[in-house]
């Protein structure tokens, strides 16, 4: 039997330092001074434990671009293109590279699971999922990693059948199937409302067809009058032919949704409404990094709208919320580091949505930690707080006791553990020219 004991802990609404005990990967006991054995020991010295965090959506096969193009315009439309240009010179050695730089970062930073999008398409075709299924197999050990075949270009073009990428897409779950948790697209790539419908309703009969999740970008607008398609998934989700798929326990993540940002309290109300009528549950997953970059290049100046989706209000609703990082070092986002959910947190969890109450510090942890793992359908012991029963998933944070201050000032120093095992410990070393 494996256990492990982390001692003078801080954990959020415990008073005082506790300690947490561990036994083959779960917690067990959270309390002082027992006489149980352990083979480890693990000295929080007074740190803040959290549950690990959680990428619920992140790109991992077009990080750190930037070194092989630039913006000029900074719009979406030269971000797609520029990328798509670069994605046919892609090999799988590229892919793997840099997808792994990122991994690597990621469990420095405490994240214990993550979900990336992977790009399938004739550009392409199956390199990149190639590079990433031999990602999760050779970090299996150190962090949880989902893929989600994604069509980031548009599936249907001027076919609406979409003959041409239904078929890639399939071949990708046919040749990946134990590799893939999930499928999504982005149906506002398409040029016409009937052909993102074609889009939504062709990523959900191959989801029925394999029985994976469902991730969609969308509503990554602010206009009025631009649909958002959620009435469109919702209703294919509820008919017939959906029924042995409703009945496996799946989940409906929709990125982005910047749109919702602009809405009336009413008119929000209506559309959290029209989520928890889904039979499949419904998260929807801010990307602000990207929201705010890409929002408001259309508009004249003065009154150049940004968004992002008002995760407090959503959650008020009854649904769940999550948020995350995106891209990392490309167009789409060419700023924000190697993607730290906890700066991620403080910028936009504070920041953009004024969350700056010791009750707002706690809905943005649950953020990028418990609900984070709800979005993207991982195990119900990974959505738990820290208590006994919950996936020792954990990450000590150094040098802070206090949930808000963790997300206002993120602290460097950082003890990762995955499944009860110590795998990354992060520290901070400064050499100054004085002295105290």
Same mark, same amino acid.
């Given at each position: 039997? #494996?256990?492990?004991?982390?001692?003078?802990?801080?954990?959020?609404?415990?008073?005082?330092?506790? @300690?947490?005990?561990? %036994?083959?990967?779960?917690?067990?006991?959270?309390?002082?001074?027992?006489?149980?054995?352990?083979?480890?020991?693990?000295?929080?010295?007074?740190?803040?434990?959290?549950? $690990?965090?959680?990428?619920?959506?992140?790109?991992?096969?077009?990080?750190?671009?930037?070194?092989?193009?630039?913006?000029?315009?900074?719009?979406?439309?030269?971000?797609?293109?520029?990328?798509?240009?670069?994605?046919?010179?892609?090999?799988?050695?590229?892919?793997?590279?840099?997808?792994?730089?990122?991994? %690597?970062?990621?469990?420095?930073?405490?994240?214990?699971?993550?979900?990336?999008?992977?790009?399938?398409?004739?550009?392409?075709?199956?390199?990149?999922?190639?590079?990433?299924?031999?990602?999760?197999?050779?970090?299996?050990?150190?962090?949880?990693?989902?893929?989600?075949?994604?069509?980031?270009?548009?599936?249907?073009?001027?076919?609406?059948? $979409?003959?041409?990428?239904?078929?890639?897409?399939?071949?990708?779950?046919?040749?990946?199937?134990?590799?893939?948790?999930?499928?999504? #697209?982005?149906?506002?790539? %398409?040029?016409?409302?009937?052909?993102?419908?074609?889009?939504?309703?062709?990523?959900?009969?191959?989801?029925?067809?394999?029985?994976? @999740?469902?991730?969609?970008?969308?509503?990554?607008?602010?206009?009025? $009058?631009?649909?958002?398609?959620?009435?469109?998934?919702?209703?294919?989700?509820?008919? @017939?032919?959906?029924?042995?798929?409703?009945?496996?326990?799946?989940?409906?993540?929709?990125?982005?949704?910047?749109?919702?940002?602009?809405?009336?309290?009413?008119?929000?109300?209506?559309?959290?409404?029209?989520?928890?009528?889904?039979?499949?549950?419904?998260?929807?997953?801010?990307?602000?990094?990207?929201?705010?970059?890409?929002?408001?290049?259309?508009?004249?100046?003065?009154?150049?709208?940004?968004?992002?989706?008002?995760?407090?209000?959503?959650?008020?609703?009854?649904?769940?919320? #999550?948020?995350?990082?995106?891209?990392?070092?490309?167009?789409?986002?060419?700023?924000?580091?190697?993607?730290?959910?906890?700066?991620?947190?403080?910028?936009?969890?504070? $920041?953009?949505?004024?969350?700056?109450?010791?009750?707002?510090?706690?809905?943005?942890?649950?953020?990028?930690?418990?609900?984070?793992?709800?979005?993207?359908?991982?195990?119900?012991?990974?959505?738990?707080?820290?208590?006994?029963?919950?996936?020792?998933?954990?990450?000590?944070?150094?040098?802070?006791?206090?949930?808000?201050?963790?997300?206002?000032?993120?602290?460097?120093?950082?003890?990762?553990?995955?499944?009860?095992?110590?795998?990354?410990?992060?520290?901070?070393?400064?050499?100054?020219?004085? #002295?105290?």
């Amino acid at each position: 039997m #494996s256990t492990l004991l982390i001692k003078n802990a801080h954990v959020h609404n415990i008073s005082g330092e506790v @300690d947490i005990y561990i %036994e083959n990967g779960v917690i067990t006991k959270l309390g002082r001074a027992s006489e149980i054995e352990v083979t480890q020991v693990l000295d929080a010295e007074g740190g803040l434990v959290v549950p $690990g965090f959680v990428h619920s959506h992140v790109h991992l096969d077009k990080a750190y671009l930037l070194d092989q193009c630039c913006a000029e315009t900074g719009r979406f439309e030269e971000a797609l293109k520029k990328t798509g240009e670069l994605k046919r010179q892609f090999t799988e050695e590229d892919v793997y590279r840099r997808a792994k730089r990122v991994v %690597e970062h990621s469990i420095q930073f405490g994240i214990t699971a993550l979900r990336t999008h992977v790009e399938v398409d004739t550009m392409i075709g199956l390199t990149a999922i190639k590079a990433m299924s031999r990602v999760q197999q050779d970090f299996k050990k150190w962090i949880d990693i989902q893929i989600s075949v994604f069509a980031q270009e548009a599936i249907c073009g001027d076919d609406l059948e $979409g003959t041409t990428m239904r078929a890639l897409l399939c071949k990708a779950m046919n040749q990946f199937g134990d590799s893939v948790h999930c499928i999504g #697209s982005a149906p506002y790539v %398409e040029r016409s409302s009937e052909m993102a419908i074609a889009n939504i309703n062709i990523v959900l009969d191959i989801a029925r067809h394999y029985q994976t @999740d469902i991730d969609f970008h969308l509503g990554y607008h602010l206009e009025d $009058g631009t649909p958002s398609y959620l009435d469109v998934i919702v209703e294919k989700i509820q008919q @017939d032919t959906f029924e042995d798929y409703r009945k496996t326990p799946h989940t409906i993540a929709l990125g982005h949704m910047a749109y919702l940002s602009t809405l009336s309290e009413e008119k929000l109300k209506e559309e959290c409404q029209l989520m928890r009528q889904s039979p499949v549950p419904i998260t929807i997953i801010s990307l602000p990094l990207s929201d705010i970059y890409m929002m408001g290049r259309k508009d004249e100046l003065g009154n150049k709208m940004r968004g992002t989706a008002p995760l407090f209000d959503i959650a008020a609703q009854g649904v769940n919320v #999550s948020m995350d990082v995106n891209n990392v070092q490309n167009l789409f986002q060419p700023y924000g580091g190697a993607g730290d959910p906890l700066q991620l947190a403080g910028f936009a969890g504070i $920041g953009l949505l004024h969350g700056g109450s010791q009750r707002h510090a706690e809905q943005i942890m649950d953020f990028i930690t418990t609900r984070a793992a709800k979005a993207i359908n991982l195990p119900k012991a990974m959505q738990l707080p820290i208590e006994p029963g919950r996936y020792a998933d954990l990450v000590i944070l150094h040098d802070t006791t206090h949930l808000y201050d963790a997300i206002a000032n993120p602290p460097v120093p950082r003890t990762t553990i995955k499944h009860g095992r110590v795998v990354s410990r992060t520290q901070l070393t400064a050499t100054v020219a004085w #002295s105290t």
